[in-house]
């Protein structure tokens, strides 16, 4: 798990675990590139997801007077993994300890309820119980409790059936961490909040603008979009499930490819809600980003069960008969996606027969809620998210940024990127002072 930083011109190479590569966020800007104090960077970020929207936020704080513009190819942003996620506040109770992804996690909640308290976000921290369902699963689960304390998260505890059954009165299993830190949040809410506040800055937000080159020309990036071109001196590439071709128009070789998996839910019906108060997940498999099927009480109401986690055929796609030839081409050619079918066999066929059978969805959620019933699900949304494989067919688990001089990309930003967004846009902020 390691976050690349790979600097071109000067072929300084460097990669690091946890480590701060650059002066840490809130240091003084740096001079070159600024007029008194006032910069005259003119950035272009690729992608208006939480992450390219949370990168422009943090980029306008560092570099006060920066023209900045960020450029998205639907007709509104966080239409992608941003407005299709689970809308959970996640603290970093699993991710290893002094990996890129636990520092942003645990920094990176703190400063989302920030934000949200301070632009009336919807947002409500109701904390976690993660379950054990069998005696088996106890060991992982005092693992994860291990690395929640690794990471710094406070108020851990662990749950006997009685205390459990306190805070959730229909859960199952045999012990439980409760994380009281974590919550919901109306993700699509906090997009519209970045927006304002950086149109309140100047900053530009392009819809309707999906690059499709770019080109260098006299010093300086120029990106071709169907809404005219937009010139810049420095690019941040956030473009998510398209965030490995971005790369590639930038000139870079695709070291790592997006695979698509998507992620669906059910909602649960009216009359059985009661069986959730708030968010119940399983232990995870460690060998896995996912976090497997859990319950989700959602901000503005309702509760859903998922996602699961299938290979999708086409990278937006959002349902089974879904297909991209492209998209689909880009997997099946590629020796990283073959490596990890042969890795993890049973994992993709159970995946897949899942995907299809109600009863076996049902099946894992009653691990956690006994008495849910297949009756109780109706077909609820879904979600694609994009996930780094390398060559070897790891799924790459930690945040992936590849910084160079003039540009940097955002390679592997999955779960919990979201709830992280203002803290990896205050890392790139701190990589790109660093860089000019
Ligand atoms: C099913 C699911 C559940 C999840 N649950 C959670 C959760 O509960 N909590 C959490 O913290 N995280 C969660 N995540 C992860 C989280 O949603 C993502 O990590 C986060 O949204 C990534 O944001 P992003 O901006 O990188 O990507 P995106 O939101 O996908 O944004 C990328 C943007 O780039 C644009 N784009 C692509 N190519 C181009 C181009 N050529 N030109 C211009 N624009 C382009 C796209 O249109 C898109 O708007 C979940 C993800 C999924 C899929």
């Not at 007077?65 to 299709?84: C, D, M, N, P």
């Not at 805070?167 to 993700?187: F, K, M, N, T």
């Not at 992620?263 to 896995?288: C, S, T, W």
């Not at 494989?389 to 990309?409: C, K, N, S």
Request: glycine residues 10%; charged residues 25%.
């Amino acid at each position: 798990m390691r976050i690349h930083l790979s600097v071109a011109r000067d072929s300084r190479k460097q990669s690091i675990d946890g480590q701060p590569h650059a002066p840490p966020v809130g240091t003084k800007p740096q001079r070159r590139g600024t007029i008194r104090g006032v910069s005259n960077q003119r950035f272009l970020i690729i992608g208006g997801g939480i992450v390219g929207l949370a990168t422009a936020y943090r980029l306008g704080e560092r570099f006060p007077g920066a023209s900045i513009t960020v450029l998205e190819k639907e007709s509104q942003v966080g239409q992608h993994q941003t407005g299709h996620n689970s809308g959970v506040l996640h603290c970093g109770l699993y991710y290893k300890p002094g990996s890129v992804k636990a520092r942003l996690a645990v920094t990176g909640i703190r400063q989302m309820v920030e934000f949200c308290r301070e632009n009336g976000v919807a947002h409500e921290i109701c904390g976690k119980l993660v379950v054990a369902a069998d005696e088996s699963e106890v060991p992982r689960l005092r693992d994860l409790e291990q690395r929640g304390a690794a990471n710094g998260l406070e108020g851990l505890r662990w749950l006997g059936r009685e205390a459990m059954i306190e805070i959730e009165p229909h859960v199952g299993g045999v012990a439980a961490l409760r994380v009281p830190q974590e919550g919901i949040v109306d993700y699509p809410a906090v997009c519209a909040a970045m927006v304002k506040r950086l149109e309140e800055r100047g900053a530009r937000v392009a819809v309707g603008a999906r690059v499709l080159r770019l080109r260098r020309g006299s010093g300086e990036w120029i990106a071709e979009t169907p809404a005219g071109e937009f010139t810049g001196s420095f690019i941040v590439n956030c473009a998510g499930l398209h965030s490995d071709r971005v790369s590639q128009l930038a000139g870079e070789r695709r070291s790592v490819r997006i695979l698509p998996f998507r992620g669906e839910y059910y909602k649960i019906r009216p009359e059985r809600q009661h069986l959730v108060r708030n968010l119940i997940y399983p232990v995870p498999d460690p060998a896995f980003p996912f976090l497997g099927v859990h319950f989700t009480r959602l901000i503005h109401g309702g509760v859903e069960a998922g996602p699961n986690a299938v290979l999708a055929l086409a990278r937006e796609g959002y349902r089974k008969t879904d297909f991209r030839p492209a998209d689909l081409f880009d997997v099946l050619s590629y020796g990283g996606f073959w490596r990890f079918l042969r890795r993890y066999p049973s994992m993709a066929w159970y995946e897949l027969r899942r995907s299809f059978s109600r009863e076996l969805f049902c099946r894992a959620l009653q691990r956690l809620v006994p008495e849910i019933r297949p009756a109780d699900l109706t077909t609820g949304g879904s979600g694609v998210r994009a996930q780094a494989i390398t060559p070897e067919g790891e799924l790459v688990q930690d945040f992936q940024l590849i910084a160079r001089p003039d540009a940097l990309h955002v390679l592997n930003a999955p779960s919990p990127a979201a709830t992280a967004s203002l803290a990896i846009g205050a890392e790139i902020a701190a990589n790109v002072a660093a860089a000019l």
